[in-house]
């Protein structure tokens, strides 16, 4: 079952851009974690955000959490050709080891 | 350091044939996942050991799916008889406990195809 719904579920634009992607979820978490997948390749981990954290960033990345509205987006700036790729939010529970994944945003950045 | 091994990458097989997947974890993490991945159900749980135990198996579709964790180093996922609806790429991914806030790491898949 997935716990996490992406918006939109594809989004198109140019270099140079921002790039801003959502997810919501239904349950409590422990944390909240965003992957990107090339395609033909495996998920990567890209950051990762706890419960108790609002926002974090990582290069051009920025994550914002939302715990009363069960809800978090990706933030990319400056968007690159290499940026293309699927990315995924996934939920970790408390009292488990699983992550859940949402089902996911296609980002194309075209040059 | 080397990542997360999956072999095949690709396998191409006939209805009813088994098949098996291999996966080489991240040395020392002690936590293996296997999804699956396709186009109308997203990336869902298989399975998964911890120290080399199965864990919780809730996401193994039916009976013809089988896993196992020999040692730390090896797992395998076997489907017998497959199916063609058994289509997928399938991922193997490694972490250091999870309930410590780490990142799982996925090897780059199988992708399997049934004909």
């Known amino acids: 079952s997935q716990q996490g719904e992406e918006d939109p579920q594809a989004l198109s634009i140019q270099e140079g851009e921002n790039a801003t992607m959502n997810c919501s979820y239904k349950?409590?978490?422990?944390?909240l974690q965003w992957y990107r997948q090339n395609s033909g390749r495996g998920l990567v981990h890209l950051i990762l955000i706890r419960s108790n954290e609002r926002e974090k960033h990582s290069g051009r990345l920025r994550v914002t959490l939302d715990t009363s509205k069960k809800s978090s987006s990706l933030l990319i700036t400056a968007s690159r050709a290499a940026d293309t790729a699927s990315y995924f939010c996934a939920t970790e529970t408390y009292n488990t080891d699983k992550l859940i994944f949402g089902t996911g945003t296609r980002l194309q950045v075209f040059p | 350091d080397a990542g997360v091994i999956q072999s095949p990458r690709h396998e191409v097989t006939e209805m009813g044939q088994e098949v098996t997947l291999r996966c080489k974890p991240i040395s020392g993490h002690d936590y293996l996942f296997w999804y699956r991945q396709t186009m109308m159900r997203g990336l869902e749980l298989l399975i998964y050991f911890n120290n080399n135990v199965p864990i919780d198996d809730s996401g193994m579709p039916e009976d013809r799916f089988s896993a196992k964790m020999p040692n730390a180093s090896f797992s395998t996922l076997k489907i017998q008889p497959s199916e063609p609806r058994d289509s997928a790429v399938y991922f193997c991914a490694s972490s250091y406990s999870p309930n410590s806030n780490q990142p799982q790491h996925f090897g780059d898949g199988t992708r399997l195809s049934i004909l």
């Open positions: 349950t409590s978490i422990n944390n």
